[in-house]
C-alpha cells in the first residue's frame, strides 16, 4: 500500500472509530482511499511491467478485487443504513456496472452493440478523427 493512501485510511478510520459508529460518509472516504491505492498500484503495473512479475495478472487480479470491494463496502452500507436510499441507488447502479452479472449473455450483448452495416465514408472519417484525440461526447436531454 502506498504511504500516502495508508496514512489517508489510518486517519478516516480512527475518525470513524472516534465517531463510535459507522458514519456513511466517512466509511466512504475510507473506500475512495483504498480504492486509490489499488487504482495506484495498477497504473504502476501498467507503466513498469518489467519491474515485476506476471504484471498482467497482477492487474487482473487487482481489477477484481477492486470490484469485490467496493460492492462488499457498498452491502455494508445500505445494511446499516436501510433508510438511506441513496445508499441503496449507489448499490444499485454498482450491480448494474459489474461485468460478472452479465456474463451469462455477454455474446447476446456484444451482437446487440454491434453495427450492423459498415459506417459510410463520411463517418468513418469522423470516426477517425475521433479516435485519434482525446474526445468526449455531451449527449443533453431537452425533456422526455
Known sequence: MLKE??????????????????????????????????????K????????YESPEEQIKDL?????????????????TYPNDTQLHYDLALMYFQ???????IREKLLSEFTLKNPLSARCETIASVIGDCNS?????????
Do not use: C, W
Not at 98 to 104: H, S
Not at 137 to 144: A, E, I
Open 98 to 104: 459489474t461485468e460478472n452479472y452479465f456474463l451469462d
Open 63 to 79: 481489477q477484481e478485487h477492486r470490484i469485490q470491494y467496493s460492492l462488499k463496502r457498498a452491502l455494508e452500507r445500505s445494511n
Open 136 to 144: 468526449v461526447s455531451l449527449h443533453v436531454r431537452r425533456g422526455d
Open 44 to 51: 504502476e503495473l501498467t507503466n513498469n511491467p518489467t519491474q
Open 5 to 42: 493512501y495508508e496514512k489517508a485510511i489510518e486517519q478516516l478510520t480512527a475518525v470513524q472509530e472516534s465517531i463510535g459508529s459507522m458514519d456513511p460518509t466517512v466509511d466512504k472516504l475510507i473506500e475512495t482511499a483504498y480504492l486509490a491505492n489499488i487504482d495506484a498500484n495498477i
